[in-house]
């Protein structure tokens, strides 16, 4: 079946809620806008979300982590992207800059939840709840 030109297009991409054993959370600061958000990109066609979000956290970070569930779905309503948060696990690696990331942070749930804005804060705080997943909608900064 051939996609219908007509139709609205969305991206997907995931986001990696990466907690350590001590309970605090990777975070990085955005190259291109300066905010504080989870590691994350968006996902290869080809690419299933498991695979995407241990690509996008290494290529980030230099972190190698480990997936363990879908913690949330999030639509930004004005670009018509969903990302997916995966909750996971590092398992090697020290966090450094890179081209998309200005620094890179373990902080503490609280701290990272302020320095975020609300509609990537609330993926922290959904991934650290068991009651999940979620399913949010945001225009990028706020939630809807």
Known sequence: MKPDEDLPRHAVSVSGIV??????????????DGRWVPPGGVLELDEA?????VREVFEETGVKVEPER???VYKNMDQGVVSLAILCRPVSGEPH??????????LLPAGA????????????????????????????????
């Open 113 to 144: 939840t302020e320095a975020m804005p609300e509609a990537r804060a609330v993926r922290v705080t959904d991934a650290l709840r068991a009651d999940g997943p979620f399913v949010r909608i945001h225009n990028g900064t706020s939630l809807l």
């Open 49 to 53: 979300p498991f695979e995407g979000v």
């Open 97 to 106: 800059p890179s081209d998309e990331a200005t620094s890179v942070a373990w």
């Open 70 to 72: 879908l913690t949330g």
């Open 19 to 32: 907690v350590r054993d001590d309970g605090r959370i990777l975070a990085i600061k955005r190259a291109d």
